[in-house]
C-alpha cells in the first residue's frame, strides 16, 4: 500500500437494514416491469442454497478486502455453509482487484476513501430507495463501484446494469459535494465466469438517466402501476409462476400447435428458438409452485401426489465396507480424480502449475445460441463446402 493514506470504512449489509421495496438488486426487474414491485409483495422469498452460497462468499470477500487494508476483521470461515478452496480463491483475487483500483485511484488523490459494504441511500431518486455497495471508492475526479457476484450461471455486465447505477447514485449523494467527482467506474467482478466487466461513463449522463426514465418508472414502480412485461427480468420474480403477463407471454407459442418443424417455416422456427428457454424455465416454475401448493392442501383436478423415484442407498458407508472386506472382498474402485475436483483438491493455481500440458479442453458440442452470445460461431459443414 505504500506510505500514502487510504480512508475506509465499512458499513452493514443490507439484510441489517430492512427491506427495501425499489431495491439496487431488483432494479432491473421493476425498471423493466414497473407493477411486478407490489405483486411481489405478496409472496415470500423462500431463498435458495445459490443464494446462501453468494451471502457465504461476500462474507469471505468482505474479510479479505479489511485484511488487505489493515481493517479490524474476523475470519467467518468457520461459520459459512459453503467455504471451499474455490471461495477462498475467489475472495482473495477480489480483494487484490480491489487494491490496483486503490492504486489507481492514489493517482489523482492522495488518500482516496474506501468504503465496504456501505449503505447507499438514492432515495432522491427512488422513494424508499436504498442498497449495499460492495465496495466504493471515492477520488478526485472519479468515483469507483465494484459489486462481487459469487454466481457462475449467468455472464453479468457492468454496462447499462441499473443496480451498479444506482449504488453509484448514492455514492454521489454522500460524496459529490465533498468530491470533484465528474466520472464514475462500475465494475462487475465474477471470478466463477472469468468475468470483469467495467463501465465508465460521465457522471451527468449518469444524472441524465436518473431524472429521464428512473424517477418516472420508480414512481410507477411505488405506486403499483404500470404496465406488466414480461422477458428475461422475470428469472428472479417472486411471482413467475403464477403472473398471467409471463403465461400468455410463453403460451403464444401454443399458436403453433407444436407441429414437426418439416411444417414450419424457417423464420417461424426462429421465433420458438427465441422463447424456447424461457418456455421451458417458465414450465419449471409453475410445476414447482403447483407441487408446492398441492403438498399445502391445494387439490389440481386430474393431478395427485405422489411418492417419487429413488436410488438405493447404503445405511452405513463404513460398516458395507468392512462387512465386504470381511467377505474377502474388496469395496473400493481406484479411480482418478475428476477435473472439477482434481482443481477443487489443489486449487485452481496449484492445478495450472502442476498439471500444464496434462489437460485439453475438446471442442464442444453444436449448441444454436441467439446471436448476442459473446462465444464466436463455428464453421459449420455448409460454410466449409462453399
Not at 21 to 32: C, I, Q, T, V
Not at 58 to 80: A, I, R, V, W, Y
Not at 114 to 139: M, P
Request: glycine share 8%.
Amino acid at each position: 500500500m505504500g506510505t500514502q493514506k487510504v480512508n475506509c470504512a465499512a458499513g452493514t449489509r443490507e439484510a441489517g437494514l430492512g427491506h427495501a421495496l425499489l431495491s439496487a438488486s431488483s432494479s432491473h426487474r421493476w425498471l423493466a416491469c414497473p407493477p411486478s414491485a407490489r405483486l411481489c409483495e405478496n409472496y415470500e422469498d423462500t431463498g435458495s442454497e445459490y443464494a446462501q452460497q453468494g451471502t457465504d462468499a461476500h462474507s469471505l470477500c468482505e474479510h479479505k478486502l479489511k485484511q488487505s487494508l489493515g481493517m479490524e476483521t474476523k475470519d467467518p470461515k468457520e461459520s459459512l455453509a459453503f467455504y471451499d478452496e474455490e471461495m477462498e480463491e475467489c475472495a482473495s483475487g477480489y480483494a487484490e482487484y480491489v487494491l490496483s483500483l486503490v492504486e489507481e485511484a492514489k493517482k489523482s488523490c492522495k488518500d482516496p476513501v474506501v468504503l465496504i459494504e456501505q449503505k447507499l441511500d438514492f432515495s432522491r431518486f427512488v422513494k424508499d430507495g436504498f442498497g449495499t455497495g460492495d465496495c466504493v471508492i471515492i477520488a478526485d475526479g472519479t468515483l469507483y463501484i465494484i459489486d462481487y457476484k459469487h454466481g457462475k450461471g449467468v455472464e453479468v455486465t457492468a454496462v447499462g446494469n441499473p443496480q451498479m447505477m444506482l449504488y453509484a447514485l448514492g455514492a454521489l449523494e454522500l460524496f459529490d459535494g465533498i468530491y470533484d467527482i465528474d466520472t464514475v467506474r462500475m465494475a462487475i467482478y465474477q471470478p466463477r465466469r472469468e468475468n470483469v466487466s467495467v463501465c465508465v461513463m460521465a457522471k451527468d449522463d449518469l444524472l441524465q438517466w436518473a431524472y429521464n426514465d428512473l424517477i418516472a418508472k420508480a414512481k410507477l414502480a411505488y405506486d403499483g402501476e404500470g404496465k406488466f412485461n414480461a422477458g428475461e427480468h422475470c428469472r428472479f420474480c417472486k411471482a413467475k409462476a403464477v403472473c398471467r403477463k409471463r403465461a400468455e407471454y410463453n403460451l403464444e407459442l401454443a399458436r403453433y400447435d407444436f407441429e414437426m418443424p418439416a411444417t414450419l417455416e424457417d423464420d417461424e422456427i426462429a421465433a420458438i428458438l427465441i422463447k424456447a428457454d424461457e418456455l421451458a424455465a417458465w414450465a419449471a416454475d409453475v410445476k414447482e409452485f403447483a407441487l408446492q401448493q398441492a403438498l399445502s392442501g391445494v387439490k389440481y383436478d386430474g393431478f395427485k401426489i405422489v411418492e417419487g423415484r429413488s436410488n438405493r442407498k447404503y445405511t452405513d458407508e463404513d460398516a458395507v465396507a468392512d462387512t465386504v472386506k470381511k467377505a474377502g472382498y474388496d469395496p473400493y474402485e481406484p479411480k482418478l480424480l475428476g477435473i472439477t475436483a482434481m482443481e477443487k483438491l489443489l486449487g485452481k493455481k496449484k492445478f495450472a502449475e502442476i498439471l500444464k500440458g496434462l489437460v485439453e479442453k475438446p471442442q464442444g458440442k453444436p449448441a444454436l445460441v441467439p446471436e448476442s452470445d459473446k462465444r464466436p460461431p463455428m464453421n459449420t459443414a455448409a460454410e466449409d463446402f462453399k
